[in-house]
């Protein structure tokens, strides 16, 4: 029987900013629950929580402070057993945000391990004396740039933190620290959670040696995201402090613990350079993780080559592992914004939202949508006051942070913060999002939200799109063609991927779909695309 994971869509809430329930300016939990019936409404199978656990709030929720307590901010234990319950109630999975590779610096753990050299839990963290000359012990750099390494005062030594000085690493050699992390991950599992989002999960063992990273070159190309906020860190391979061959093992023992709640899944979060080779290492073994999320298409905007390489590439590689594919999601910009800045994907953003919505559920895959993007948001332009994000902060303007993807949800065009809540939101509601807002989306039939409803409904329909294999077709550009195929049937899937018309040429075995809301015409066997047209041929399996 097929997982339930494999082919699902799974809806990205960055809680902080879905729905303010109690006017302080915050997202929280209750206002989830309180949203669930619009969740059920679009058609996904799982909601993915970005970190709700108490915390300092130095990366907003990523530096956790108590694992097994919901912060105050976002409501109580007993909210998230709420809405645990209410979801599943509506036939919704729950995924949760684990953070396992670091914690905040004012965890307990890490408040015991810095009090001495020789407390119980003094190498639960990556500690490391200083050069002769009191430099760091190696050249590592932090995502958020500069060393990778901290000086502690109590311990006269250097601590390691691949994010911000805040997010101190554990170490995964010290199978104590393992086993305490995998019981915090054990308590929500106990409750009924369907799955953990594995964050950074690369960055979770390092060089036990503390080798150098070599420098990077134009050949062996450079983490984009890193380039993107002006970081140095895009300057070194990072070959000794992520994706270490050591992590196979630990996934092993995480596995062994997964095994524990039968349905449960993880899905990683794989940031590196090379991450589609490390999504199909990490995927393609029964004792490994069960998908892998990357980052190939929330790079800058690219056409319809690259996509047919990224593509191309995963189905060479992952083998019997699972992919699963996004186009946004909290740390970059949102896709419309990304995309439309292309010349040729320009000017009718709503209609280039429907594109990319029935392109990524098409996909072989799991696949993540992240709040808004059924709505078609674009990212928000917001000010250098306005500006919370520690990295947009550091290296505005070359880098404006992440708070333009970050920006309250629009559930009413005429509600002070657009229904967001009563209070001042903690980021401001951009105008432009007050004219996509839910409410007026729900009256128009054609409207991006109405789209993506009437989508996922349809796709739901054809097994081929959810589990089929998927071949790649020379169609040039604009149009990116590919052929799902299962036992019950084969669907030809194309895609138009430019404000102008396309034309392909149609085997006659292809008869057209109907009910996936889009349109195009076929005469003699012609198929002619409208711009951003969509193409859905149905045949015998």
């Known amino acids: 029987m097929q997982p339930w994971w494999r082919g699902a869509v799974i809806y990205q809430i960055y809680p902080r900013s879905f729905r303010d329930s109690n006017g302080d300016g915050i997202g929280d939990l209750a206002g989830i629950t309180e949203k669930l019936d619009y969740v059920q409404s679009l058609g996904v199978d799982a909601i993915w929580i970005s970190p709700f656990f108490k915390s300092p709030m130095k990366d907003f929720g990523y530096d956790v402070a108590d694992y097994r307590a919901v912060d105050p901010i976002f409501g109580t234990n007993e909210d998230f057993d709420r809405l645990l319950e209410a979801a599943h109630a509506r036939d919704l999975k729950i995924v949760i945000d684990m953070v396992m590779a670091h914690t905040s610096d004012q965890h307990p753990w890490f408040a015991e391990s810095r009090s001495s050299r020789d407390n119980p839990k003094a190498d639960w963290y990556v500690w490391a004396d200083p050069k002769e000359d009191g430099s760091p012990p190696n050249n590592w750099i932090s995502t958020f740039g500069g060393s990778s390494w901290q000086w502690d005062t109590r311990r006269n030594q250097y601590y390691l933190h691949h994010f911000l000085k805040e997010q101190p690493n554990l170490d995964w050699h010290n199978d104590e620290a393992i086993a305490a992390m995998l019981d915090e991950a054990r308590y929500w599992l106990r409750k009924g959670v369907d799955g953990l989002r594995l964050d950074a999960i690369s960055t979770l063992v390092h060089d036990a040696e503390l080798r150098d990273n070599p420098p990077a070159s134009a050949e062996a190309g450079r983490i984009a995201v890193a380039t993107e906020r002006g970081s140095d860190f895009s300057m070194q391979l990072h070959i000794h402090d992520r994706d270490r061959p050591e992590i196979m093992h630990k996934f092993e023992v995480l596995k062994d613990m997964m095994d524990e709640f039968p349905g449960a899944f993880t899905l990683g979060e794989i940031g590196e350079g090379g991450a589609i080779e490390a999504a199909a290492k990490y995927t393609n073994t029964e004792r490994g993780l069960d998908t892998g999320y990357t980052f190939e298409l929330t790079k800058p905007a690219f056409g319809r080559d690259r996509l047919h390489e990224v593509v191309g590439h995963v189905e060479r ?38 594109l990319l919505t029935a ?94 409803r009437r989508f996922l409904r349809w796709r739901k329909e054809h097994p081929a799109l959810t589990h089929g294999s998927l071949e ?32 392909v040429s149609l085997d006659n075995g292809w008869t057209p779909l109907e009910g996936h809301g889009f349109a195009a015409d076929v005469n003699g066997g012609r198929l002619t695309l409208p711009p951003f047209g969509v193409f859905f041929g149905g045949a015998e399996g």
């Open 359 to 452: 392109l990524i559920t098409s996909l072989r895959g799991s696949s993540c949508i992240y709040q808004g993007e059924e709505l078609g948001l674009t990212e928000a332009e917001l000010s250098f006051e306005d500006i919370v994000d520690p990295p947009g902060i550091e290296f505005w303007p070359a880098y404006k942070g992440r708070d333009g993807c970050r920006t309250p949800f629009p559930w009413a065009h005429d509600q002070e913060n657009a229904g967001f809540g009563t209070g001042k939101p903690w980021l401001p509601v951009p105008e432009e999002h007050m004219e996509m807002a839910a409410d007026l989306q729900e009256k128009d039939p054609d409207s991006v939200l109405n789209c993506f």
């Open 472 to 503: 790649l077709l020379p169609e040039p550009e604009p149009v990116l063609g590919f052929v799902r195929a299962s036992e019950e049937q084969k669907i030809l899937c194309l895609f138009n991927l430019s404000n102008e018309r396309a034309f």
């Open 317 to 354: 590689i992952i083998g019997r592992g699972w992919k699963t594919y996004a186009f946004s999601n909290h740390d970059v910009v949102r896709a419309i914004t990304r995309w439309g800045a292309l010349p040729q994907l320009g000017g009718d953003r709503p209609a280039l939202a429907k």
